[in-house]
């Protein structure tokens, strides 16, 4: 076999292979024993017919077809690992000559990771938001954490602000009512926003045992989206009693004695917070300055399976979570059909570069991912997408999914590297050191960048 590779543009290739027709062979003894299996001729037992009979019977043109069709992913592999490629998805693959007993001449079009130069990235410098924790901020947890230990009294009047009522409701369109639109006691708190538009304003003012009637839009069901008359009846009023932000709430509420330690450990969790946030913002920023000092050309093809993948999920999986369709989700977020295609290919574009980019940074810094770093990321993988550690790492190994886990983990250790370089501020001038959680994070901001990315191999079959 002999092979050339001819470069299209940065990110495609064609290769030009010549197969000599005696390497064929293998090829062509599969081809009539597969035939042999499959046809019966009178005269001959099932799969000792003879090659001359089924070329006279079926045609040699269709042994020289399931040859070929067996013989190219072998002739079409070897000559990407002769050329030394790494090729993005399937091939084009076009037989240009097919002469029976001479010779097989084919081409096949593939996409291929571009040649990317990283340059000095030591010199980069970002700014990030300093941490500062407030009284407020501490006054605003204690206030959130008083909030769930409150009680409920019933009470003898109209529902007001902050009460708690148990609502009947009954929803209407054009005049029938939804077979998903009726609720008994349902517990809502007045002003907390978790319930229909328009529902506070119904119910405050009205007493147990008294109803009202407003119009909202419905937020899920059968008829969501779609503009409901909803009749709300009142079945109870509760006032809701907030315990007194003493030492005795203080021991109710936590594992400290004295609200002043309770305080005190708000203040550090705050702070936690903020350190965390300051990191990952840290590692985007980073991110950013070493993106714009790489050229990185991106493959047409990948690119458009990128969109077609991020469009796919946000529709099928995420909307259809919510009960939303793609139209009404872009009415909500107040953006036109073209403004989410112009988002959605800029996001594809920044998170193929950013693949591409940090792989070759870990082939530079030659980051090897351990069984205890894979271990650690498919735990935190396996309780962000709700499943037990078990269930998660079966999913992934029946997927034959865990070289993406690898590349994850390294792609975060790359960026870890990159970050560890640079110069990264405060907005108060103080220089950030980032600690060694940074690498985590960094893993878990790149784990979803690039699912199309992922399918790439050079042991994709073509297909003529």
Do not use: C, W
Not at 140 to 157: D, H, I, M, Y
Not at 165 to 175: H, Q, W
Not at 351 to 369: A, R
């Amino acid at each position: 076999m002999k092979s050339a590779v001819e470069t299209l543009n940065p990110t495609r290739v064609r290769l030009s292979i010549e197969v000599p027709f005696e390497e064929l062979k293998d090829s062509l003894d599969a081809a009539y024993k597969k035939i042999n299996q499959q046809v019966t001729v009178k005269g001959f037992r099932k799969g000792k017919i003879p090659a001359r009979v089924i070329d006279q019977r079926f045609g040699r043109g269709a042994v020289l077809e399931e040859a070929v069709n067996d013989a190219l992913p072998k002739f079409y592999t070897d000559a990407v690992n002769e050329a030394e490629l790494n090729v993005l998805g399937q091939p084009e693959v076009d037989i240009t000559e097919l002469k029976d007993g001479e010779t097989l001449n084919f081409t096949a079009e593939v996409d291929v990771r571009p040649t990317i130069e990283i340059p000095d990235y030591s010199g980069i410098e970002v700014e990030v938001d300093a941490i500062e924790v407030t009284e407020e901020d501490i006054d605003k947890s204690v206030e959130q954490l008083r909030e769930r230990f409150a009680a409920t009294s019933p009470v003898e009047r109209a529902a007001e602000d902050g009460d708690v009522v148990t609502l009947d409701l009954e929803a209407k369109v054009d005049g029938e009512v939804l077979e998903d639109g009726v609720a008994s006691g349902v517990s809502y708190t007045i002003g907390s926003g978790e319930l229909l538009d328009g529902v506070d304003d119904a119910v405050k003012g009205v007493e147990a045992g008294g109803e009202a009637t407003f119009t909202s839009e419905l937020k899920g069901g059968t008829a969501a989206g779609k503009e409901a008359e909803v009749t709300v009846k009142v079945t109870q009023v509760a006032a809701r009693e907030l315990p007194a932000l003493d030492d005795e709430f203080a021991q109710l509420a936590s594992e400290f004695d004295t609200l002043e330690e309770l305080r005190a450990d708000s203040r550090k969790r705050l702070e936690n917070m903020k350190q965390y946030d300051q990191a990952t913002q840290a590692q985007e920023r980073v991110l950013e300055k070493l993106l714009e000092l790489v050229e990185v050309p991106v493959p047409e093809k990948l690119l458009e399976e990128e969109i077609n993948t991020r469009k796919h999920n946000l529709e099928h999986h995420q909307l259809g979570q919510m009960g939303l369709d793609l139209e009404k989700y872009l009415e909500i977020q107040g953006k036109t059909a073209e403004e989410f295609d112009t988002e959605t290919k800029e996001a594809a574009v920044k998170g193929i570069k950013t693949q591409f980019v940090l792989d070759e940074l870990v082939n530079k810094e030659k980051l090897n991912v351990n069984q205890e770093e894979l271990t650690e990321h498919l735990m935190r993988r396996a309780a962000s997408s709700g499943m037990s550690p078990d269930q998660f790492a079966q999913a992934v190994v029946e997927g034959n999914q865990v070289p993406m886990l690898v590349g994850e983990v390294a792609r975060g250790k790359a960026l870890a590297v990159v970050v560890e370089a640079a110069t990264v501020k405060d907005t108060n001038g103080e220089i950030i050191d980032l600690d060694d959680e940074e690498e985590d994070e960094t893993t878990e901001a790149t784990s979803e960048e690039t699912p199309a990315a992922e399918a790439e191999s050079s042991e994709e079959k073509p297909e003529a």
